[in-house]
């Protein structure tokens, strides 16, 4: 029988490849198993803040913060719980509630992450807003559930890197550019989007796998997508994940100036690893382009048919920057040609 820290662990690793679902069926079965570990609460909050049931996370953040009051060893576990809540309270229009709950996470811990885009973005809705939002208990539709965000799975979202900057394109059409508002912060992005029928939708990224420089960072809103550039404040270190503790990371040659694969598909592949396997004990390995064939070539050979097409289809559309072997995602239309940072895409005449 599994133990709650081992559900805990399969939690959190569906939480970082996006499976909110499976995320919050572990989670759950942890806190059947120990009730009184706040941070276990305070994970499914933040597991519930991103299918937007701001209700259920509201209510983990104040049984969380129950467990932590009058415990001075754990002010740093309240300043998180006194955040969530406060994150919860926004989503549910509750701005100055909000407010309140990230001054107290702030007199906590100065220096917990996001606060200071979290405090901006309230204090920002305080103004449109001057008189206090009633409590969600007594105010019709007050939530920002489902039927006023704009469904998360239909919005995809990849991301990319090199070494001086994390690149997220959203993948949204015809978008006003006065309607986007993207937040950065020193751990966390924060960015919301009006779209054409009234709806928003919503990506929260906190915390970051690792920290980036907030007044280098920008974003361009084009015809097909909302393209956001995090300036890594470690340039060179490349990260293994987008979101969360990243236990994997490395560095990113300056000679090669290759873009990373995206890792925001749900079965990521770690293509370091797969290049050693190939590459065996070898003295010799191949470099280049014979060692990009190599990999190509393995991948080809151990794949299913439907993985086959997606590699074939991707590559070849994408003119060699892109390499899927997701068909659901690939079949639904064209794959685009993404170079690395600093060139640029040109046809070739025979």
Not at 32 to 51: C, G, H, M, V
Not at 129 to 149: A, C, I, L, Q, Y
Not at 211 to 219: D, G, L, M, R, W
Not at 253 to 277: Q, V
């Amino acid at each position: 029988m599994s133990t709650a820290e081992e559900f805990y662990k399969k939690a959190n690793d569906a939480f970082f490849e996006d499976d909110y679902d499976e995320a919050l069926e572990f989670y759950s079965k942890a806190i059947d198993l120990d009730a009184t570990n706040p941070e276990y609460l305070l994970k499914r909050s933040a597991t519930f803040q991103k299918i937007k049931s701001n209700k259920e996370s509201l209510a983990d953040a104040e049984r969380a913060l129950s467990l932590i009051v009058g415990k001075e060893e754990q002010e740093a576990v309240a300043a998180k719980a006194w955040l969530r809540k406060g994150i919860a309270q926004f989503e549910l229009k509750e701005y100055q509630a909000a407010k309140t709950s990230f001054d107290q996470s702030k007199k906590l811990n100065f220096n917990e992450k996001s606060l200071d885009t979290w405090l901006k973005k309230t204090e920002t809705q305080l103004e449109k807003t001057p008189k206090p939002t009633p409590p969600s208990d007594v105010t019709k539709n007050s939530g920002t559930g489902s039927s006023s965000f704009l469904s998360q799975s239909r919005v995809r979202h990849e991301w990319f890197q090199n070494e001086n900057f994390i690149i997220i394109s959203i993948f949204i059409k015809n978008v006003n550019k006065e309607k986007v508002n993207v937040y950065f912060a020193d751990r966390s992005v924060s960015v919301t989007i009006k779209l054409p029928t009234g709806s928003d939708y919503s990506l929260e990224l906190d915390p970051l796998a690792h920290e980036i420089n907030p007044k280098e960072s920008k974003y361009e809103v084009l015809s097909t997508k909302i393209e956001i550039k995090l300036k890594k404040a470690q340039v060179g270190i490349k990260w293994g994940v987008l979101e969360g503790e990243d236990s994997v990371f490395g560095s990113i040659s300056t000679a090669s100036g290759k873009l990373s694969y995206p890792s925001s598909a749900k079965h990521a592949k770690n293509w370091d690893s797969l290049e050693k396997e190939i590459g065996g004990e070898q003295d010799e390995k191949p470099e280049g382009d014979a060692a990009l064939n190599s990999l190509f070539q393995q991948l080809y050979r151990d794949a299913d048919d439907d993985t086959r097409k997606a590699m074939l289809k991707s590559y070849t559309e994408s003119n060699g920057t892109c390499l899927s072997t997701n068909w659901n995602e690939v079949s639904k239309g064209k794959v685009e040609t993404k170079p690395p940072e600093g060139m640029v895409a040109k046809k070739w005449n025979a």
